[in-house]
């Protein structure tokens, strides 16, 4: 090969690595098995998957993580669970981007990411431990990102819904937060779009789970727990320095079913049952609707819980999985922003993780 002929090839290889996308995939359960079905369309044609693993199984073969049925091998087969095997198949990639998504809702995993940030990874995830709790670890994560590493959480709000994105681009362009409030949850959105008291909150429960809206233990979004996450996500981006213990949260777990293990509380879902009837029938009986909203006010007073509101208010008129954040800035102060869609569901999900990864370069 002539000089100048190595030379052209030499540059459209650096070119075409530059484009690529190495990715690891963490959790393969309903929003990591829809990512996975996105990386088989052409629009993920530069993205590799090098490695996937679930909470015991992994896989860094070219020729499994090619299968189509992946997600159903890891759970017979597979290497057990190794960072450093996976994190090796990144490094020794020739892509130039080196992505970890994290599409579990391990808080021990969440807690790494500033760290997989500031080794040169970046981190896109679905999971909110990191930046809706502990006000150390939303820091750390600040100054990993004030060092360069990208993080993209697009799921991590809405499902995706363009709430993160506008809330910083609002922010960047010199506005203030003012409160914000909504319905942050979507299986709870779902929950209470659907309880009119004819079929027992444990039956939606079920059908929500099954629709894959819930988180895997339910009780986190019963609890408020999930939704109080998004707030500080929110709020935190808004800049409010909130820690996890000031938010006011209502939950909906009875005392009885706190401590048994997830399923124990699966199996006794029915216990449910009277308490959110007896809530309905007195909202009812008020001509009001249940909705579990979400709040911060200009103090950054906040709290998640159970709420009547009579039927014209903006919270008694979703659908389905439907979100809502109402959003008063001193831009934005006559009438709030308000941003509403679906905010839950493993499509949604995985298109967020799959866009903050393409928009990566
Ligand atoms: N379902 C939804 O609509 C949405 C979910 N999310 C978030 O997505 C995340 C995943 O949710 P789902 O897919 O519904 O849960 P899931 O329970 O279906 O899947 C979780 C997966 O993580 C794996 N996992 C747990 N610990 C792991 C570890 N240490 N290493 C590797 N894998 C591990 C599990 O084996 C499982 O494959 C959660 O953080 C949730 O909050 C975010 C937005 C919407
Ligand atoms: N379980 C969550 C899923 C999205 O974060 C919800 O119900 O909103």
């Not at 073969?61 to 597979?78: C, F, H, N, P, W």
């Not at 290497?79 to 990639?93: G, I, P, Q, V």
């Not at 909202?283 to 709290?303: C, D, E, K, S, Y």
Request: with cysteine; net charge neutral; aromatic share 4%.
């Amino acid at each position: 090969m002539s000089a100048v002929l190595a030379e052209a090839s030499a540059a459209h290889a650096a070119l075409t690595n530059r484009n690529k996308v190495a990715l690891v995939l963490l959790g393969t359960g309903v929003v990591g098995g829809a990512f996975l079905k996105l990386l088989c369309t052409p629009v993920a044609g530069r993205l590799h998957l090098v490695g996937a693993a679930n909470s015991r199984k992994q896989q860094t073969d070219a020729v499994q993580l090619a299968a189509r049925d992946l997600r159903d091998r890891l759970k017979r087969e597979g290497a057990a669970r190794d960072d450093t095997a996976l994190f090796s198949a990144l490094d020794t990639h020739d892509a130039a981007l080196k992505v970890i998504v994290d599409a579990t809702a391990s808080a021990e995993l969440a807690s790494r990411h500033a760290d997989w940030l500031s080794r040169g990874y970046h981190v896109v995830t679905a999971n909110k431990s990191l930046a809706g709790g502990q006000l150390s670890g939303w820091r750390a994560l600040q100054a990993a990102r004030a060092a360069g590493g990208r993080y993209g959480d697009a799921a991590t709000v809405g499902a995706g819904l363009p709430v993160l994105s506008t809330l910083r681009r609002l922010c960047d362009c010199g506005d203030s937060l003012l409160t914000l409030e909504g319905v942050f949850s979507g299986s709870l959105s779902y929950l209470f779009n659907h309880y009119d008291g004819s079929r027992p909150f444990s039956v939606l429960l079920r059908e929500a789970r099954k629709l894959g809206y819930t988180e895997p233990d339910p009780r986190a979004d019963l609890s408020g727990e999930d939704v109080a996450r998004k707030l500080l996500i929110l709020a935190r981006n808004a800049g409010f320095a909130l820690g996890s213990d000031e938010v006011v949260v209502e939950s909906l777990v009875p005392e009885t079913l706190r401590d048994v293990s997830t399923e124990t509380f699966l199996e006794r879902l029915e216990e449910l049952d009277e308490p959110l009837a007896a809530l309905h029938e007195a909202a009812r009986a008020r001509g009001q609707v249940l909705r579990f909203l979400a709040r911060i006010n200009q103090r950054g007073r906040a709290r998640v819980g159970l709420t009547e509101v009579p039927p014209t208010h903006p919270a008694a008129r979703l659908y389905g999985t439907d979100n809502q954040f109402a959003l008063t800035t001193t831009r934005y102060h006559t009438q709030p922003l308000v941003i509403q869609g679906p905010g839950a569901g493993p499509e949604v999900t995985a298109q967020a993780l799959l866009g903050d990864i393409l928009s990566l370069g």
